[in-house]
């Protein structure tokens, strides 16, 4: 890993003339805004991606009933993970169930996620444990790749153990990589899995490091049984 990189760890008179004025609740920020929307837009999801799974499933729908089926499967899932990091970018993580994950088999299940998105990523390293929560991680590490991935579809993952386990993407443009992390608040998908993914690795008492040309999630290991 390059040795240059940036790491992330979130008048009396007028006085008068306001007290007569109706109290009015002021509008709410954008990040508020964005939580809203994102919450709001992300509670019929769930369903919406059950129902187009089972019929891109289903073997008696066939032909082009069922690619749009699945086309609707994948792209509401990524509205879904688009609106999840948008709230956790915002401070608002889901209430976490923390467990000791295998890193390596947690990698390969979200590279796993991305090919039925139609992107690779390949995965290599040598297997670490970590304490963290299996969805909100996986969702993590899928968000990583497509954004590390960009328009190839293309990227690789790496584990290394040790005193820390490191997760590093290879992104496929670093400038867009580092712009995603640039930025305060989430203004599109880049920028909203990049500042969750901060959010997220804070949360697991870990960091995320930007390098030119990758990208890495860095946890504690997992403390012994």
């Known amino acids: 890993m390059s040795s240059a990189h940036a790491a992330f760890d979130g008048s009396s008179g007028d006085a008068a003339i306001a007290a007569a004025r109706p109290s009015v609740s002021p509008p709410p920020s954008r990040g508020g805004l ?62 976490l169930r923390l467990a000791r994950l295998a890193m390596v088999a947690t990698v390969r299940a979200a590279s796993d996620a991305f090919a039925s998105l139609g992107g690779t990523m390949t995965v290599q390293g040598v297997e670490a444990p970590v304490t963290a929560d299996a969805t909100v991680l996986g969702e993590c590490l899928l968000n990583m790749a497509e954004l590390a991935a960009g328009g190839s579809m293309r990227t690789a993952a790496t584990v290394d153990p040790g005193e820390r386990v490191v997760v590093s993407f290879t992104c496929d443009d670093a400038g867009r990589c580092a712009a995603a992390f640039a930025k305060d608040t989430p203004d599109d998908a880049d920028s909203a899995f990049a500042l969750a993914a901060v959010a997220v690795a804070g949360a697991f008492g870990g960091l995320v490091e930007v390098t030119d040309g990758e990208i890495a999630l860095v946890f504690p290991p997992a403390e012994d049984a």
């Open 34 to 95: 964005v939580s809203l929307l994102a919450h709001d837009l992300r509670v019929p999801l769930g369903p919406l991606a059950l129902a187009t799974s089972s019929l891109a499933a289903d073997p008696t729908i066939g032909g082009v009933a069922r690619e749009y089926a699945q086309i609707a499967f994948v792209q509401s899932a990524r509205v879904g993970r688009m609106m999840s990091a948008a709230l956790a970018a915002s401070g608002r993580l889901p209430s």
